[in-house]
């Protein structure tokens, strides 16, 4: 059974950066597609960045330059480093595992974290 458990989340100031780390079991990340997404109240469920398992990574336009994805092999997590926050990345973030080597679209991600809250203040 795969789990995802998300940490890292916080508050912090515009401009200020924070790290979010995803601990998966029941899977090895190296070989499947992970993404990271973020979820705000009556908005639907967005595409931040994803990690294929060729190794390609993509980026929503609104945090490219100041987001980056990372596999950390060795201990399984799935990473996202967070630069130069902004207000409107206040949100709760989800990491998720496609189950599949490419990435598809948000709603065939099959296995889901429950979350952590990112605030940003102006």
């Known amino acids: 059974q795969v789990q995802l458990v998300e940490s890292g989340g916080g508050s912090v100031q515009a401009g200020g950066s924070l790290r979010l780390s995803c601990a998966a079991s029941?899977?090895?990340?190296?070989?499947?597609?992970m993404g990271w997404f973020r979820q705000v109240p009556g908005k639907e469920r967005e595409g931040v960045a994803t990690?294929?398992?060729?190794?390609?990574?993509a980026y929503v336009d609104s945090v490219k330059g100041r987001f980056t994805i990372s596999k950390d092999e060795g201990k399984n997590t799935l990473d996202l480093q967070m630069d130069d926050l902004k207000p409107e990345d206040t949100a709760m973030y989800y990491c998720?595992?496609?189950?599949?080597?490419?990435?598809?679209?948000?709603?065939?991600?099959?296995?889901w974290g429950q979350g952590t809250q990112v605030t940003v203040s102006s």
């Open positions: 029941g899977l090895t990340i190296r070989y499947y597609c």
């Open positions: 990690f294929s398992g060729a190794g390609d990574t």
């Open positions: 998720a595992a496609a189950g599949d080597f490419w990435c598809p679209q948000v709603d065939k991600y099959k296995d």
